[in-house]
């Protein structure tokens, strides 16, 4: 058996045996090595940034003196969306051109417009969602369901388109589309997620200190389960991430069909739950629902292998 000799490549700055001179490291190549962890360092050092005002501000600790103006009625929307479009979309967008170039843009952008799915799927995200929050909220009311004013259920679609062009589109590109591919082609669906969803709520993090989170008057309860909440919500959105062929669409509107039924429909449909057990409830009921699915699809979660 015969060996091929090896070469010892040049010290960088020196010149090779050629006489021609050594390729200098790129920068880009830490990225190119490591897309996941740049994508997670990156999408919370801009949001972070992003959000120091609003937290500093009035809103939050109350160490700038500084109130944010309202825009559709929440001072969120120039307090905290520049923060969250800063983070996991604009970083995806960066770390995908670097690390896999113009065929992993192909391959990012592609998921976003995979909405020609089957219509129960739809119905999944657009009223299976709300109806299990509705039964999570029932027991932990003990039955004590108020009906929702006609307001609350004009405002409902509105709400909902907004939330999937601020909310939607400032996480979902970078969290679905760019992290969750790559995590379970490494670890798999299952263990994938598990790693994924604590990154999710660390993100959010900095918003418990302003009210976003409920601050001043939230205490350790709220982000310990809205971190639940995330882990176990997560695993249900790999379900349909996976078995919608991968559809960025149908992941984003699971996400905002959570977040609409909570801010526009909860408050007045379960009145006797306070902010803390609110977000009890809903960690409970996702875990429920990551549980059955985790059971029932044995760990897999719709996932078809790699791509």
Do not use: K
């Amino acid at each position: 058996m015969t060996t091929t000799p090896r070469t010892t490549a040049p010290a960088a700055g020196r010149a090779a045996p050629d006489g021609a001179p050594a390729r200098r490291r790129d920068p880009l190549d830490v990225v190119r090595r490591h897309p996941l962890l740049s994508f997670v360092v990156l999408a919370n050092v801009l949001s972070w940034l992003g959000w120091t005002p609003y937290v500093l501000s009035q809103h939050g600790l109350g160490l700038w003196d500084v109130r944010f103006p309202e825009a559709l009625g929440s001072s969120q929307i120039l307090g905290v969306l520049p923060g969250a479009y800063l983070g996991p979309i604009a970083s995806a967008l960066v770390v995908t051109a670097i690390a896999d170039g113009r065929p992993g843009l192909r391959r990012w952008v592609g998921r976003m417009a995979r909405w020609r799915v089957a219509g129960r799927w739809y119905a999944l995200a657009l009223l299976g969602v709300p109806a299990a929050m509705l039964l999570t909220g029932a027991v932990f009311s003990g039955g004590r369901v108020g009906t929702p004013p006609l307001e609350a259920l004009l405002a409902y679609v509105p709400v909902l388109l907004l939330q999937v062009v601020t909310t939607g589109l400032a996480e979902e590109p970078g969290w679905r589309d760019f992290a969750l591919p790559r995590l379970q082609d490494r670890f798999g669906p299952l263990a994938g997620s598990m790693v994924l969803g604590p990154l999710w709520a660390l993100w959010h993090m900095p918003l418990f200190l302003s009210d976003w989170g409920g601050w001043p008057d939230a205490g350790w309860v709220r982000p310990v389960a809205f971190t639940v909440f995330c882990v176990a919500f997560n695993l249900v959105m790999t379900w349909v991430f996976n078995s919608t062929g991968q559809s960025l669409p149908l992941a984003v509107l699971a996400h905002v069909s959570v977040n609409t039924f909570a801010s526009v429909i909860w408050g007045t449909t379960f009145p006797t739950i306070d902010a803390d057990r609110a977000m009890v409830a809903m960690a409970t009921g996702a875990t429920v629902a990551a549980a059955v699915l985790v059971v029932r699809t044995r760990g897999r979660l719709g996932y078809p292998g790699p791509r």
